[in-house]
């Protein structure tokens, strides 16, 4: 049993940036696929960007060029710097760890086997 904790989400003005961060227990982390999502009011969980065990990376295109997601495997946890922060950015992020690895399938929910309980990003105009 994987357990996903998120912190870092809060409220930063447009043209801001957040650090969000997830910390992973239960399962060796080295292993693991790790992917954001986010969900907004009203509109399905969509992706934001995945980095696999071997560090390749994927993001979404709404947040290429402005999002970073990194992994630190001595401390178990996965990062998404996200810079130049929008409105349209407002959300709840989510992490998520997947046991097995798919390019095809990396960018949808289905994939993910464990979810922390998500961290709020507030950007405001």
């Known amino acids: 049993q994987v357990q996903l904790v998120e912190s870092g989400g809060g409220v930063v003005q447009a043209g801001g940036s957040l650090r969000l961060s997830c910390a992973a227990s239960?399962?060796?982390?080295?292993?693991?696929?790790m992917g954001w999502f986010r969900q907004a009011p009203g509109k399905e969980r969509e992706f934001v960007a995945a980095i696999t065990s071997g560090s390749s990376i994927k993001y979404a295109d709404p947040v290429k060029g402005r999002f970073t997601i990194s992994r630190d495997n001595a401390k178990n946890t996965v990062y998404l710097q996200m810079n130049s922060l929008k409105p349209e950015d407002t959300a709840v992020y989510y992490c998520?760890?997947?046991?097995?690895?798919?390019?095809?399938?990396?960018?949808?929910?289905?994939?993910?086997?464990?979810w922390g309980q998500g961290t709020q990003v507030t950007v405001s105009s």
């Open positions: 998520a760890a997947a046991l097995t690895y798919s390019y095809v399938r990396l960018s949808t929910t289905g994939m993910y086997d464990y």
């Open positions: 239960g399962y060796t982390f080295t292993w693991l696929t």
